[in-house]
């Protein structure tokens, strides 16, 4: 059973426009999210976390909204650039629980930003 | 600052030879240590975490195997490989309490058994 979904396998946006990457839970234990961005052939990078006493964090162009109600968060990227143009992964974990602190990871987005 | 390497970067292997893939990670303390596998076209799969040296949890039931013979020295290890241990293995790092922390990834190292 899958725990953290990223329905959307693929997003094209054009430069410039704003880019939203979806991501939903079932676990109700979760209480930590974080979005990391991979180029192929190398490892994930860290983008930006939120934990769940908020509701938005930003960071630059990247900000990350969540809706523990709607067990749901997306990741805004303003202004889009070529450069942004990777897969994109969602992540949860909670402290105790099923998961015991594991991160869970969703199956990835892949943005493509055309110039 | 704190770093992490994995090597070899890159990997050609017979089934049913062994494996030894090595991770370490430098300028942090007791750091959790997690191995991860992707599969062509999946997401991240969680394989091992070690909270210490010599305590290694395993995640997923397999022919594979992780040792922490060092404090920042993480090693996944096979005796016969598979078709299907092929994949992309990561290496990752945290400091804190488990659950709540950023995990930070090594550089991979892409294995192909044939």
């Known amino acids: 059973d899958q725990q953290v979904k990223q329905n959307s396998p693929s997003l094209s946006v054009q430069e410039g426009r704003i880019s939203i990457l979806n991501c939903d839970y079932t676990n109700s234990m979760f209480d930590y999210f974080l979005w990391y961005k991979k180029y192929p052939a190398e490892g994930p990078t860290f983008l930006i976390s939120i934990s769940s006493i908020k509701d938005k964090n930003e960071d630059g162009r990247f900000t990350v909204f969540l809706n523990k109600s709607a067990k749901h968060l997306s990741l805004h990227i303003v202004p889009s650039q070529p450069g942004d143009s990777a897969v994109y992964f969602c992540?949860?974990?909670?402290?105790?629980?099923?998961?015991?602190?594991?991160?869970?990871f969703g199956k990835g987005t892949k943005l493509s930003v055309k110039p | 600052s704190q770093t992490i390497h994995q090597w070899p970067a890159t990997l050609v292997q017979p089934v049913g030879s062994p494996l030894s893939l090595e991770c370490t990670v430098e300028g942090t303390s007791n750091p959790n240590l997690y191995w991860y596998r992707q599969a062509a076209g999946r997401g991240l799969q969680l394989l091992f975490y070690?909270?210490?040296?010599?305590?290694i949890s395993s995640e997923v039931p397999q022919n594979l195997s992780a040792s922490r013979p060092q404090d920042r020295q993480f090693i996944l290890s096979s005796k016969k490989l598979l078709l299907s241990d092929s994949g992309f293995y990561l290496c990752?790092?945290?400091?804190?309490?488990?659950?709540?922390?950023?995990?930070?990834f090594g550089p991979g190292t892409r294995l192909l058994v044939l």
């Open positions: 070690s909270v210490g040296i010599g305590q």
């Open positions: 992540a949860a974990s909670a402290p105790y629980g099923g998961s015991q602190g594991n991160l869970i």
């Open positions: 990752a790092w945290s400091v804190g309490d488990r659950g709540r922390e950023t995990q930070y």
